[in-house]
């Protein structure tokens, strides 16, 4: 009688930590180094403050190189999709995002393109305030948003020392990593 109490005891515990490890995986989700050390977990797509259905006109630099592209943006509470244009307006690559899954197809892009940094520079751009607060919060960054009728400037800090400065006025975005 005591092996039988053993193996459902062991059978127990193991169930237990299979659950556990699956639920930590299942939460894990996708993330970015916003620092070396400290990550972002992304953010569900009914965190943005609203639903888009739009043109962006989008101009990047990344390693001395300058990047212009179009991007048309189309979000809801279940999904956010991307499709990137080239300066002509030929389909260079789809980024799709439901907070579950995050699937990109792209002839433009390298293989080796992290979209989750994508996908992640849209979400500090133009999700929730509270939200992101509480997701840099999360990770050990500081979040600050001032604004006024016209203007809002978003700030990331790692301690004293500003990281990520997005400015949204008349229209136009800008996010700058400092």
Not at 17 to 22: G, K, Q
Not at 105 to 116: D, G, I, M, Q, R
Not at 139 to 168: M, P, Q, T, W, Y
Request: with cysteine; net charge negative.
């Amino acid at each position: 009688m005591k092996p039988v109490w053993k193996i459902l005891f062991l059978t127990f515990i193991s169930a237990i930590v299979i659950s556990c490890v699956t639920k930590k995986d299942v939460e894990s989700g996708y993330f970015v180094y916003i620092t070396d050390t400290q990550k972002f977990y992304l953010l569900d797509p009914s965190d943005f403050e609203e639903e888009m259905n739009r043109f962006q006109s989008i101009t990047g630099r990344f390693q001395d190189r300058v990047h212009n592209f179009g991007a048309f943006i189309r979000s809801d509470e279940s999904q956010v999709s991307i499709s990137f244009f080239n300066q002509i307006g030929g389909n260079v690559g789809e980024l799709e995002y439901t907070g579950k899954t995050l699937v990109a197809n792209s002839k433009f892009f390298p293989a080796s393109t992290k979209f989750e940094y994508m996908m992640a520079d849209f979400e500090l751009c133009y999700c929730k305030i509270d939200s992101l607060r509480m997701a840099l919060a999360d990770c050990g960054l500081k979040f600050e948003c001032i604004s006024d009728e016209n203007r809002e400037v978003r700030r990331i800090l790692d301690g004293d020392a500003l990281i990520i400065e997005i400015e949204k006025e008349s229209g136009k975005t800008r996010l700058r990593n400092l």
